[in-house]
Each structure stands twice: as C-alpha cells, then as structure tokens.
C-alpha cells in the first residue's frame, strides 16, 4: 500500500473515530449507547483473542520463567539460610537449657560435699584401648594430674595427662583403673575396679567390680558406694557417690566380690568438673542421694487362712531361706 496523502487522510479519520468511540464507550459505562456494538465485538473477536492468547501465554510463562530463574534461585537459596540459623537457634536454645540443668545439678552436687570444683565440658571420646575422655580444660585453668573429676550424679575418674587447654580423664570403668571404695552404713572398705569398655563388654549395665577386703564382711543388694579418698586427697577425694551393689558373688574364702551399677552414665558424658580443691573434712555419705522410698506393704486379709506351720513362721524342712549376707564360714 502506497503512502498517499489519501491513504494518511482515510487512517487519520479512522483513530478520530475510534478514539470518540472510546470515550463515548468509556464515560457512559453499563448504560453505553456502543454496547450492543461491544457485545458484537466481543462475540467475533473473543474466539480469536482466546486462541492467541493460548499460544502466546507458555512462551510469555517461560520467558519469563528463564530470565527469573537466577532470581528465583537466590531467594531459594536466601530463605534456605535462614531456616538453616533458625534451626541451628533452636538447636543450640535447647543444648544450653540442657547443659545449664546440669550445671546447677552439678553445682548442688559439689556444694554438699564441699568440693570447689572447675566445670568443664567433654569434647571427644577416646578410641584406643583406655576408657577416656577429653575435658575442654587444661593447665592453663590450673589443671593437673590425678584430680578427681565428677559429675552431678557421681564419680567419672581422674586426670591422667594435660595440656594446656585440654585433659584427659580415664574412667573409672577402665581395666585399669582401682578406687579405694567404702559402703554406705557398715564403711566397710573394698577397692571399685573397672570392667572395661564401658561395661558395654560382657557386664551391660555393671561395669564396675566391687572387691571386699574382708571377706566376712556384711554386704546386701542396693548397698551404695562411696570413694574412699587418697592420701593426700589425690587422685580421689572421699565421698564422692561411686554407684549401687546390684549382684553379689563369693569368689572363695578370702574375698567377696560385688558387681556395681554406676550412678554415672559413662556412654553420654557431657557437663563435668575437677575437683581442683579437696573438701575440709570428710563428707561421708552426705553426697548420696536420697533412698527411694520402700513400697507400700499391703495389709493382710482377714479371711486368709493360716500357712501349714502356724503363726510361728516356720520353714518346710530342707529348704533355706535366701541371703546375701554371708553365714559363718563362707
């Protein structure tokens, strides 16, 4: 089509019309004298501007989802840190909480027995043939060998090397390791010995030995223990709650031997303390937690018809009655 003057004249009149059809379309709204002509249009052209839109619209959607990628890909990546920090938040919100619970269990612990101690925390496990663990102190915060080290529920073992920020504690489970040990009530002495590994070895829950130095000494299931102490207050300073009689043997004549549940849990050690200054006197069993209470005795019924042997209690004959006490010549 030619650019003529007649063809510039015949598109000028075109755009004045349709521009006054607009506006008289736009100011007389619903009530538009042009909208029976709308309603025509948009029978003819709806069909056409659905189907070009339908053609038009995934190229639009994916052009623009290729030059958004990179955008989106970084706030991807921005609320991913976050969630990341909120979670390490709540994370670390919930060890502190953890640890301060013990840390004022292990304050009250050392307060009874007149400890002055040195918190510290357990950072590795060892992974030889010892039962160790490394203590997030050292020599630098006055740390030296055999000190006792304890937690909030008893003894844990002694500093055997330091560094100057680090130290380690063998166990008390170790193969090697030997506590001068005395029992609740009778004081009786015996030497607490390690099983080894953790006690994870053979024993499950007993891995610690108890070993009477007399013979005929008294000892029962439940008794508890308690460190002896050492000369000169190290390596063990006395007192200290080592754990609960739970199997009783007799070896031979000479010696009784006992297996002893801990009060530690030695496989999930996290907050504990050197005893860096010995008590001013012995604390004996202070330490101790309190006994749980006997059951209840339930009464008995009046209706209950007597044992063969009377009210006398007696015993059919060859039999005896169970112990852990031992009899005279044991």
């Given at each position: ?319 005896r009655g169970l112990s852990t006490e031992p009899n005279p010549g044991d």
């Amino acid at each position: 089509m030619k650019d003529t003057r007649r063809t510039r004249v015949v598109l000028a009149a075109l755009l004045v019309v349709a521009l006054a059809m607009i506006t008289i379309d736009h100011r007389g709204g619903d009530d538009s004298p042009l909208r029976g002509l709308r309603s025509i249009g948009a029978t003819v052209f709806g069909p056409v501007e659905r189907a070009s839109a339908s053609v038009v619209r995934p190229v639009s959607n994916t052009f623009e989802s290729i030059t958004d990628a990179p955008g989106q890909r970084r706030r991807a990546e921005r609320l991913e840190r976050q969630n990341q920090k909120l979670r390490e938040k709540l994370r670390a919100s919930g060890l502190d909480e953890d640890r301060s619970a013990q840390l004022q269990r292990l304050l009250g612990t050392a307060g009874m027995g007149g400890y002055k101690i040195l918190a510290s925390q357990v950072i590795s496990a060892g992974q030889g043939f010892e039962d160790t663990v490394t203590i997030d102190v050292g020599s630098g915060d006055g740390i030296k060998p055999d000190m006792t080290v304890m937690s909030a529920a008893g003894l844990v073992g002694r500093v055997t090397r330091v560094g100057p920020a680090t130290a380690t504690v063998l166990l008390a489970t170790d193969q090697t390791s030997s506590v001068g040990s005395r029992l609740e009530d009778s004081k009786e002495i015996g030497i607490v010995q390690g099983l080894g590994r953790r006690g994870l070895g053979g024993h499950g829950a007993t891995p610690l030995r108890f070993q009477l130095l007399d013979a005929a000494a008294p000892i029962r299931v439940g008794q508890r223990i308690v460190t002896l102490g050492s000369q000169g207050q190290r390596p063990y300073v006395p007192g200290v709650p080592i754990g609960v009689v739970e199997r009783i043997e007799n070896s031979n004549g000479l010696t009784r031997i006992a297996y002893v549940r801990p009060f530690v849990r030695f496989t999930s050690l996290d907050v504990v303390a050197v005893v860096v200054a010995p008590p001013k006197k012995n604390p004996r069993d202070a330490v101790l937690p309190p006994k749980p209470k006997p059951p209840a005795t339930p009464s008995a019924s009046p209706s209950a018809s007597p044992s063969p042997g009377g009210d006398r209690g007696e015993r059919p004959s060859g039999t005896r009655g169970l112990s852990t006490e031992p009899n005279p010549g044991d």
